[in-house]
């Protein structure tokens, strides 16, 4: 019997001995925070449904740049928000070259050279009908031809200055298009973070009021995962490192803390999770209420995620997290 030899509790008595002890640890350099760029100048909409995120305009997006970069902050991930009128059923602004994202970037670049730019591809915040892809006449979304447009659309990233692209689509085949239509044009080197596992969830409904994204009918169940399944995870991720993705990603991370420790556990590649607009929009309102600390709960639901395998955490509390973290 191991009792009373065996005491845990010795080397939990202060700070330092659980700072010597400690397993996890997480750090800015985990840290990706998304952005959502709209049209216009001077602007920054509160979004509601996510006390502390704002849209932003190409110029103000820029200035956000260069705090994200001082606070420390590796990286973001940017999502496009085009005005309704802009939007069609091809969602052609996704692929123009002149669009909302690419002007992002290039104006980001000038103010922050050295902070990496993910470009999120997706034609949801594009298409007027608010799906992720093209449709056919009876309303389904067609998965081949819709690879086409995101190879358009991650192109057009590239070649404004992008230091990743980030499909999130969840059409079959996509990281493979993707790779060929970079690599053609010369962007061999351009890593993709693939939404391997992005599963069809409640969790992303304040998302959709940042990003004027939700569907105009029906839902995402066609093509995003079902929330019961570890196993077909598991499949899609190996499809994507198959097809060429450099990082794969979780989403959500933590209703989903399982899946992320299989993936890594399975695959060993750099594994990211998307902590999303509702995991954030549900710390927020309690904490605002004062029901939990927020400071505790985010850094507690951030550990997780990596204690479950995450390599790096795409964040709503990035900014938050480098100033706690370092004391700013
Ligand atoms: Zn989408």
New binding site residues.
């Given amino acids: 019997m191991s009792f009373p030899t065996q005491r845990p509790r010795r080397l939990r008595r202060n700070e330092n001995w659980r700072r010597m002890v400690r397993e996890t640890s997480l750090s800015v350099d985990d840290l990706i925070l998304p952005l959502f760029v709209v049209p216009g100048e001077g602007v920054r909409n509160p979004v509601t449904s996510m006390p502390g995120v704002f849209q932003l305009s190409v110029d103000e997006v820029a200035k956000e740049a260069a705090e994200v970069h001082a606070l420390g902050i590796p990286a973001v991930i940017l999502f496009g928000v085009p005005h309704d009128e802009d939007k069609d059923p091809e969602g052609t602004e996704a692929y123009n070259p002149g669009g909302l994202v690419p002007q992002a970037i290039r104006a980001m670049k000038k103010e922050a050279p050295d902070l990496l730019i993910w470009a999120d591809v997706?034609?949801?915040?594009y298409t007027s009908h608010g799906h992720?892809g093209v449709l056919t006449p009876d309303g389904e979304v067609e998965n081949d031809p819709t690879l086409d447009l995101l190879a358009q659309a991650a192109l057009a990233y590239a070649q404004a200055g992008a230091d990743a692209v980030a499909p999130?689509?969840m059409m079959d085949g996509r990281v493979w298009a993707i790779r060929e239509s970079l690599d053609d044009e010369g962007f061999v080197d351009l890593p993709i973070v693939s939404y391997a596992a992005k599963y069809a969830s409640g969790y992303y409904g304040p998302f959709r009021e940042a990003a004027h994204?939700a569907p105009a009918f029906g839902d995402r169940r066609a093509y995003q995962m079902d929330p019961p399944n570890v196993e077909e995870a598991l499949r899609e991720v190996e499809l994507d490192i198959e097809e060429g993705a450099d990082i794969v990603m979780v989403k959500p991370a933590g209703p989903y803390l399982d899946v992320i420790w299989r993936v890594k556990e399975a695959f060993g590649l750099p594994t990211a999770a998307y902590q999303v607009s509702g995991e954030y929009a549900l710390i927020k309102a309690a904490a605002e209420r004062g029901w939990v600390d927020e400071q505790r709960i985010a850094l507690e639901s951030l550990v997780g995620i990596k204690r479950a395998g995450a390599d790096m955490i795409l964040t709503y509390f990035a900014k938050d997290v480098a100033r706690w973290l370092g004391g700013k």
């Fill in positions: 997706c034609m949801c915040e992720c999130s689509d994204s």
